[in-house]
């Protein structure tokens, strides 16, 4: 919860779609993420999940600090804990100032939409203050109530991320493999009309000769 200005140090945890044939979600993910640590006035280091962001992020040259693969098309809450152990630690210890996790949220099956969104230090909603309180007395106490709420949210919202991730990939790559279908249906047409055609004018053309070596026959 603890902020730390000056930020000098920013670990971004950059989750694009892990496969191709997804049209240009990939691509808008990695450019957003750039763009992002472009931005950034400190130095950023990234930890990225999935070979594309890997690819990535080596080909332009930026700090990766960690690679995770092969989490899977359905990855349960233990699989993605070594990633929050590590974002955690490097938090914790003081090796980085912020964290940043990098997704392409789902919004609807046509629509995925890259966002950037910090995830340490925990930010508290919009509008709220420590006197919007009602008055509840936590139990043991609120130190230790917090440390065990706050944890479970940071494993949630990376949780939520590869999800979410994961979501865009099936949806983009559905909608990508219907327009190459409906592309490849249309090529088809197409070419067997002109297919239609060429063979039409090649029977016009024997029928001519034959009909031209008739007359010349009659007429000899």
């Not at 594309?52 to 993605?80: E, H, I, N, Q, Y």
């Not at 090796?95 to 997704?103: H, L, P, R, S």
């Not at 950037?116 to 509008?127: A, T």
Request: proline share 6%; with cysteine.
């Amino acid at each position: 919860l603890m902020e730390r200005p000056p930020v000098r140090r920013v670990l971004v945890v950059h989750i694009p779609p892990d496969r191709g044939l997804c049209g240009g979600l990939p691509g808008n993910m990695n450019r957003a993420t750039g763009q992002f640590v472009l931005r950034q006035e400190a130095h950023v280091s990234v930890i990225t999940v999935g070979k594309k962001g890997r690819d990535f992020m080596v080909r332009t040259g930026r700090d990766v600090k960690a690679v995770f693969t092969d989490l899977g098309d359905r990855p349960s809450l233990a699989d993605t804990m070594p990633i929050i152990h590590m974002v955690e630690e490097s938090y914790t210890s003081g090796e980085v100032d912020q964290v940043f996790v990098a997704y392409p949220e789902y919004v609807s099956v046509l629509v995925q939409r890259p966002v950037i969104s910090q995830v340490l230090p925990v930010e508290p909603p919009e509008g709220g203050t420590a006197e919007a309180g009602a008055g509840y007395i936590y139990e043991p106490s609120d130190r230790a109530v917090y440390a065990a709420l706050v944890p479970r949210f940071l494993q949630m919202q990376v949780y939520h991320a590869v999800l979410e991730s994961i979501a865009s990939e099936q949806s983009a790559r559905m909608v990508a493999m219907r327009n190459a279908t409906d592309n490849a249906s249309d090529m088809a047409e197409g070419l067997t009309l002109q297919l239609n055609k060429v063979r039409q004018e090649g029977i016009t053309r024997e029928l001519l000769d034959i009909i031209g070596g008739v007359a010349a026959l009659s007429q000899a």
